[in-house]
């Protein structure tokens, strides 16, 4: 079954650095990819979810990218603040099925 | 306002006694879904739920059980707990997956099982 691979598990940049985690998966037919931000003690909240044809997604201080040639998602906080510090999840679905396969995790810091 | 409510949010249990986890949504989603998280293996699938009475074991079963008698409620049943099912648990659900649906989260329920 599909297997996803998420790294870095840690992650310390410094305020307005970047901030790069991506995740790699083995299933050539995962067609929907969905970014998690999971605060200290709190449920996943839905950052952005893309598809399959589109490779290059931009949200609020962010940037996903998705290379279906190497299957590698990636997402990018272009200029990181304290409140960015939290746990991010990848998750990967296919058409075929009703199961989200979940990266382990990073946690990432953020020191103003 | 989309919700799903898991109860209780903390738990300590007894090796051996008997655990419910209940979840609720109030979306009228036909898919439901139970994760544990543990440190370092993001969340592994437990079980699904594919509407009322209609449920499918996920990547990790073995010690749980499920129940899904309306579609807005999921419990998580756990007959006679281990040590090793301490971990936080969370319910999700989501839309018949036919589209690009989300999973919507509950906000976990931390089970302590001594």
């Known amino acids: 079954g599909e297997q996803v691979e998420q790294r870095p598990p840690h992650l310390s940049v410094r305020e307005g650095d970047s901030a790069v985690i991506t995740c790699t998966y083995t299933d050539p037919n995962s067609y929907y990819f969905f970014w998690y931000k999971q605060e200290p003690g709190a449920s996943l909240q839905l950052l952005m979810k893309v598809f399959s044809s589109t490779e290059i997604n931009e949200g609020q201080g962010f940037t996903v990218l998705l290379n279906k040639k190497d299957k590698r998602l990636s997402l990018n906080l272009t200029a990181a603040h304290p409140g960015d510090s939290a746990a991010y999840f990848c998750?990967?679905?296919?058409?075929?099925?009703?199961?989200?396969?979940f990266g382990a995790g990073t946690r990432l810091k953020v020191i103003a | 306002d989309m919700k799903v409510t898991q109860m209780p949010r903390y738990l300590i249990k007894r090796m051996g006694e008997n655990v419910l986890l209940e979840c609720g949504q109030d979306m009228s989603h036909e898919t439901m879904y139970w994760y544990r998280q543990d440190p370092g293996l993001g969340l592994q699938l437990i079980y699904i739920?594919?509407?009322?009475?209609?449920?499918s074991e996920g990547d990790i079963p073995k010690g749980y059980r499920v129940s899904r008698k309306k579609r807005e409620h999921f419990s998580l049943i756990l007959d006679s707990a281990k040590t090793n099912q301490t971990s936080v648990y969370f319910c999700?659900?989501?839309?018949?997956?036919?589209?690009?649906?989300?999973?919507?989260f509950g906000a976990g329920t931390r089970l302590s099982v001594l």
């Open positions: 998750a990967v679905r296919n058409t075929g099925n009703y199961k989200y396969v």
């Open positions: 999700a659900s989501s839309l018949s997956p036919g589209l690009q649906n989300t999973l919507y």
């Open positions: 739920s594919y509407d009322v009475d209609s449920n």
